[in-house]
């Protein structure tokens, strides 16, 4: 089995409280891509950053004051265009997700490749990358930098590099 993990392609992130001109820039590849994967025959899975209304009194909240991704609301969606159909959505409370195993153990057949896209590479994308390729050293990971973006250039391009040296494909 291959997956692709859209990661946090949320309203918040794309044009809400932390959304960035990169963000907005990368939906219509994102859309392509999951489209692309899914006729390949790939699992597609979403994960969604997902806060609760106490947020800023949250460890995460003191270090990023800015709320986002309240579950229930518009900003915590997944961005209207992006095919969710046939898709799993995971629902992580922090940066890096750490029930990976439990979401492929459950599904059918041996996991080949894992390929993530979306937001935010310096955050997001980096840190269930890191996990991954933890949990799963003898398979592909890789990540499709034209499908990210991250809180700034820079930091995108940092988060890259991290990556590339922590043997994940940078495609």
């Given at each position: 089995m291959k997956a692709l993990i859209v990661v946090d392609m949320q309203n918040d992130f794309i044009d809400g409280n932390l959304g960035t001109p990169e963000a907005l820039a990368i939906v219509d590849t994102v859309a392509q891509k999951i489209q692309a994967r899914k006729a390949e025959g790939w699992q597609i899975i979403f994960t969604r950053d997902t806060h609760?209304?106490?947020y800023l009194e949250t460890n995460e909240g003191w270090h990023l004051p800015v709320s986002h991704c309240i579950e229930g609301t518009?900003?915590?969606?997944?961005?209207?265009?992006?095919?969710?159909?046939?898709?799993?959505?995971?629902?992580?409370?922090?940066?890096?997700?750490?029930?990976?195993?439990?979401v492929f153990d459950d599904m059918p057949g041996e996991l080949e490749e894992i390929e993530l896209i979306g937001l935010c590479t310096d955050i997001c994308v980096v840190s269930n990358a890191l996990i991954l390729k933890a949990l799963y050293p003898e398979i592909t990971v890789s990540v499709d930098p034209s499908c990210c973006a991250g809180v700034t250039p820079s930091s995108h391009e940092a988060a890259l590099t991290t990556m590339k040296m922590c043997q994940i494909e940078i495609d």
């Open positions: 609760q209304a106490n518009n900003g915590w969606e997944i961005r209207e265009g992006l095919d969710t159909s046939d898709a799993l959505v995971v629902n992580k409370p922090t940066f890096g997700f750490t029930g990976w195993a439990d």
